[in-house]
């Protein structure tokens, strides 16, 4: 899919390339990184995060036009955050976030969605742990599980604060005006300096499990649309690395 090389006369073998691919697809060897076959989802954490700017990739590198809260600049920095610092995002800038994605399009401007949030570390351990035994007992999600033996977390990815947006059964465009808003709010939440990552199998799960339905008030008949995970980032991204051009039939 992407077609990744290391410049080795740069590399420092920091490792932080191998260490956040999300998809364990680098291997640090006595040469510096490698890429193993397979796996890559061409998301270029590596090349954005590397500090040398030693991974290289095929489309090369994009700049960020300035001032950086323009909303071009916003959405060409924005990444997926996987690790974060311990103190949790504060309410104010959460709730301010999930306010002004009201303003947010939605069809009939019905705004259908209805929102968790989940606060502090603590209560993500809480989530965490609950989610994980229901995997557990169910079978569901053993990915998830062999991922989390081997030391890894891409449930909670560390994050300090989920976001979960509902939706009724019978909503008009199910899931579609959650996913609006809350793409609406991660953008907002990246302009105070927080981090996100969606959280996919934190939806899938709390949509499923009643323990998780529970924990988070999900109404009985509604369901789960979309989880953000939120949290103060531990790194930085140096580097934007392009992505392709839209693929666009024009008539
Ligand atoms: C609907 C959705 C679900 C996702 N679920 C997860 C998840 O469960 N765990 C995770 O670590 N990343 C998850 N991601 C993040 C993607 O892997 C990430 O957006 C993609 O690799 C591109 O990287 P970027 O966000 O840094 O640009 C999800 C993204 C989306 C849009």
Redesign the pocket.
């Known amino acids: 899919m992407v077609n990744i090389t290391f410049d080795t006369s740069r590399c420092v073998k920091c490792g932080k390339c191998v260490n956040l691919c ?1 998809s364990r697809h680098l291997v640090m060897t006595d040469a510096g990184p490698e890429a193993k076959p397979g796996s890559c ?5 590596c090349a ?1 995060a590397c500090p040398q700017d030693a991974v290289l990739n095929d489309g090369g590198r994009a700049t960020a036009p300035e001032p950086f809260d323009t909303v071009e600049a916003l959405v060409m920095t ?3 955050h ?1 690790r974060y610092r311990p103190d949790a995002p504060d309410r104010r800038t959460l709730q301010w976030a999930l306010d002004r994605a009201a303003y947010a399009p939605s069809g009939g401007n019905r705004r259908p969605t209805r929102w968790a949030v989940v606060l502090g570390a603590d209560k993500m351990s809480a989530i965490k742990e609950a989610a994980l035994s229901w995997c557990a007992e169910t079978g569901y999600a053993p990915d998830l599980l062999k991922a989390v033996e081997k030391g890894r977390d ?2 909670t ?1 560390s994050a300090t604060a989920l976001i979960a947006g509902f939706e009724s059964a019978d909503s008009l465009n199910h899931g579609t005006d959650t996913v609006i808003a809350l793409t609406t709010a991660e953008l907002l939440l990246a302009s105070r300096g927080l981090g996100t ?7 899938r799960i709390a949509d499923r499990a009643p323990v998780l339905r529970e924990m988070l008030a999900v109404p009985e008949n509604w369901h789960v649309c ?1 989880c953000l995970l939120v949290g103060r980032p531990s790194m930085e991204y140096p580097n934007i690395p392009a992505r392709p051009a839209a693929d666009i039939h024009w008539t």
Request: charged fraction near 20%; glycine fraction near 18%.
């Open positions: 999300p989802m061409g998301c270029l954490q954005a924005r990444r997926s996987r891409p449930l990815c990552c969606w959280g996919g199998y934190m939806r979309g």
